[in-house]
């Protein structure tokens, strides 16, 4: 069973356990009438459909803020709990994988970008001569190659985690069956009080603590670099900002616009009377990479203004 359903399950049991004193009903709401929606429980609302479909929990209704769950029979949240529980209990750690071989990422797609580029090679070459690993912390605003740096490292071998999805669980299971040469976290001034706790570890001592079957490992993951992306750095706690060397992102000017806009028509083989200077002078502040190279990915679009249409309506990742 995956722990990230389990710790769900374990959250709207507690919910609704403090429901009725939190709200003081009288008289007492029953369980099956208790409705919540996946903030008022802190699980991620992908893992409350997955509980859905296990029919552990159902939906009452939906809204404009999404939808709304309830349990209909609570003894199966409970007998989920305890059947995880007791698989845990029979399953062996296994032995780390051996640490994957260091490989360069390639910046070659990333247009501009000149003085951060040289400052992660000095970083990735401190890590390949020394052994000792240097943090990035990549901050600027959307439309900055933020995301397609991190995209470079995790092509190279690096592991991803997202800060706006993962729970602890999540972090940990990312080092658990092997340490990769890149942790690859992105918006990491979104994560939680307890993945604050697994970076401030693995950055301050270069470990990261496992525990499985009762039993607690402490795994050697003092040469495993951790590249993260940010919007706002001052989200971010002193002593997790001061592990890393911070390098601030700028969006690109027009020259380089038209630069990327073009490489991506020729990637893709879009046909289109309008060139990229026009393209991205139509598009304005609009105008972002991930936005073109979406579109350019469907099959069958051909027609730039079409696609410019899907632009300006699709939003960024």
Known sequence: MIDKEVEACQAILQYIAEYNIKYQCNPPKQPQDIVFQYGDVGVHWGTLMKLAKKHLIDIKWTSNSGAHYYVPDITKLQ??????????????????????????????????????????????NALKTKG????????????????????????????????????????????????????????????GREDVEIFLELLQRGTITITMSNKTTTVDASKLMVIATANDETKLIAPLQSRFIIIKTRELNTEEKVQLTKQLLDTYKIQTTMNPEEIV??????????????????????????????AKSVSPT
């Open 281 to 310: 002078q139509y598009l304005g502040d609009l105008w972002n990479p991930r936005k073109l190279e979406q579109i350019c990915k469907l099959a069958g679009v051909s027609d730039m203004k079409r696609i410019i249409e899907l």
């Open 79 to 124: 007998e989920y709990i305890e059947l995880a529980q007791q698989q845990q209990q029979t399953q062996v750690p296994q032995p780390l994988q051996e640490p994957q071989p260091l490989k360069d990422p390639d910046f070659s797609d990333i247009v501009g970008h000149k003085e951060a580029k040289e400052m992660i090679t000095f970083a990735l």
């Open 132 to 191: 000792t690993p240097v943090h990035i912390l990549l901050i600027g605003p959307p439309a900055s190659a933020k995301s397609m740096f991190l995209e470079a490292f995790v092509a190279a071998g690096g592991r991803y985690v997202s800060m706006v999805s993962a729970t602890k669980a999540g972090v940990r299971d990312a080092l658990t069956s092997s340490i990769p040469p890149y942790l690859c976290v992105d918006e990491i001034d979104k994560a």
